[in-house]
């Protein structure tokens, strides 16, 4: 039977890997985003699949009559939230829009969800945890987040979002799945993103210093996108209602990340420092038993070879 499932935030770059593995085992696809971060060149080569639709709209309104048409004529089986700037620079530079994708954006979707008997899926993040006093982070650790802080309009829309999502499936027993995504990186990460890898790539493709924030010991635990994507869908297609974290455990100091991409790009080792971003956090590991042991996932892939497909992509364009 084929199932359609709608991807808020699908031409994004999680997103945009996750269309195209729905569409790769045979679901119908209504990407859903306004492009407030998401890139169209990341779906160009999606959108001529039959089963695939793209609707340039935002998830803080009501879904217009074009999107409501589709859905009552395909049916909908799930609603996968994953729409929100997600990188530190981007949701800084947008903090209202940030707070409001988290709250009304994702009551808009729990009603779509509901109104058709649909699961629905949050894309919720390690920054729940925040400046963690618990490592590595496990998903009963409550976090340390500073809730009037910079960082808050993500933490503290996402924390939302979790407790939104919780209270419609206590309260209206909607069938949801919660999960806690942690670092990720891969191709369509954009060179102009912010995070750490895709600046330290575009930084060596320009022969130009990496710029390290703070003194390079703070850490973080790199997952290659192909690896996470399998991770929800897993979640996607099992009836657990989370939080799950989902990323990789081998954990990194940022130190250890410039010469493995020095060496990866094949230039000398160059380095700038700048100020630590405030509460940024000191250091991120997710404990992924309950993933291994519900979802039957783990990482497979090498943050070597994850990187070397990484560089070649950003190579490329
Ligand atoms: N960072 C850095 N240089 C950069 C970008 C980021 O040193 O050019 C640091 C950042 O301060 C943080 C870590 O790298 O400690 C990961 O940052 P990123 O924005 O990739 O993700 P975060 O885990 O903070 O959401």
Redo the contacts with the bound molecule.
Sequence with gaps: MTRTVVVAGGSGFIGSHLCERLLDRGDRVICVDNLSTGKRANIAELESRPEMRFFEADVCEEFGPDLRNLIEDWGLDAVLHLASPA??PAYLARPIETLDVGSRGTRNLLHVAEAQGARFILASTS?VYGDPLEHPQTESYWGNVNPIGERSVYDESKRFAEALTMAMHRSRGMNIGILRIF?TYGPRLQPSD????S??VAQALSGVP?????D?S?T?SFCYVDDLVTGIVAMLDSSEVGPINLGNPIEFT?RELADVMAELCEVPLQITYAP??SD??RM?QPDITLARERLGWEPQIDLRDGLASTIAWQRSR
Excluded: A, K
Excluded at 194 to 197: A, E, F, L
Excluded at 210 to 214: A, E, K, L, V, W
């Design positions: 990188s530190p920054e670092n912010g995070r750490v890898i600046n330290f990496f710029t390290m924030y703070g390079g703070q973080r940022l630590l971003p940024d956090p991120r």
